[in-house]
C-alpha cells in the first residue's frame, strides 16, 4: 500500500534554478513529515522535517512546504548546486515515537546540471 | 562521532540459504530500525529494536527476524532466502524512538 507517493521518478533542473520535488501521501493520521538525501553506496541522509502545525519549514537553500487539505507536501532548493544531484525520499509517521508508521515514497532522482 | 556501521556491505547467497546482517549505531543511539529499499518500492519498514526489544514490526513474513544487543548492536537474519529478497537493507539508528534517523550505508544482498 503506497500510502506515500511520489510520482515523478526522476527531475532535471540547471544549476542556480529552483528544483520543486512533490510528494502525496493517503494517511490522514500523518502528521510528520521528512525529507531524506541519497548518493550512490551511501544510506539516506536526513535532510528537512516539518510537523502538521506548520505549512513551511526552511532550512537554508531548503524549504519544505505542507499543505495538509491536498495531502501535499514539496521540498524547494534554491539556488540548486550539482552537489544536490542525488535520489530525495519523502517520508511521512502517523505519530513521532513509532516508526512503524513511518512510510517512505520511492524517491525522486534529481539531477543539477551545470 | 562514528556513523552507523553496516556489515557485509555486499553479499550473494542462494534461494533456500539463510543470512545474518549487523548494524552498529552510533554512540549513544539506543534505537535501531531496519528498511527494505527495492527499485521503485522506496524504504520498506522491517522493525524496530529500543533497548534489546522489538518494538515495531512491519509487514514482512517470519522468515525476516532481528535481535538487538545490550550495547545496542543489531543483527537482522532471513531465512529460507527467496529471490525477492534480493535488495538494501538500510539500518538506522536514533537516540530515542521516533526521533530523526540517521541511516549506515546499508547491505546489498542478492539471491540468486
Known amino acids: 500500500d503506497q500510502q506515500v507517493k511520489q510520482n515523478s521518478p526522476s527531475l532535471s533542473v540547471q544549476e542556480g534554478r529552483i528544483s520543486i520535488l512533490n510528494c502525496d501521501y493517503t494517511?490522514?493520521?500523518?502528521?510528520?513529515f521528512l525529507w531524506y538525501k541519497k548518493y550512490p553506496a551511501e544510506g539516506p541522509t536526513f535532510l528537512i522535517s516539518?510537523?502538521?502545525?506548520?505549512d513551511k519549514n526552511e532550512d537554508g537553500r531548503f524549504t519544505v512546504f505542507l499543505n495538509k487539505s491536498a495531502k501535499h507536501l514539496s521540498l524547494h532548493i534554491v539556488p540548486s548546486q550539482p552537489g544536490d544531484s542525488a535520489v530525495y525520499f519523502c517520508?511521512?509517521?502517523?505519530?513521532?515515537?513509532?516508526?512503524?508508521?513511518?512510510?517512505f515514497g520511492a524517491g525522486t532522482r534529481l539531477t543539477v546540471k551545470p | 562521532k562514528a556513523g552507523v556501521t553496516q556489515t557485509p556491505r555486499y553479499l550473494i547467497k542462494t534461494r533456500g540459504q539463510q543470512v545474518t546482517l549487523s548494524c552498529s549505531p552510533i554512540?549513544?543511539?539506543?534505537?535501531v530500525s531496519w528498511y527494505q529499499q527495492t527499485p521503485g518500492q522506496g524504504l520498506q519498514f522491517l522493525f524496530e529494536?529500543?533497548?534489546?526489544?522489538?518494538?515495531n514490526k512491519g509487514n514482512f513474513p517470519g522468515r525476516f527476524s532481528g535481535r538487538q544487543f545490550s550495547n545496542s548492536r543489531s543483527e537482522m537474519n532471513v531465512s529460507t532466502l527467496e529471490l525477492g529478497d534480493s535488495a538494501l537493507y538500510l539500518c538506522?539508528?536514533?537516540?530515542?524512538?521516533?526521533?530523526?534517523?540517521?541511516f549506515g550505508p546499508g547491505t546489498r544482498l542478492l539471491v540468486l
Open positions: 517520508a511521512a509517521s502517523a505519530q513521532r515515537g513509532n516508526n512503524n508508521d513511518m512510510r
Open positions: 554512540s549513544g543511539h539506543r534505537s
Open positions: 516539518i510537523s502538521s502545525i506548520k
Open positions: 529494536y529500543f533497548s534489546e526489544t522489538q518494538r
Open positions: 538506522a539508528s536514533s537516540l530515542q524512538s521516533g526521533e530523526t534517523q540517521y
Open positions: 494517511n490522514s493520521m500523518f502528521d510528520y
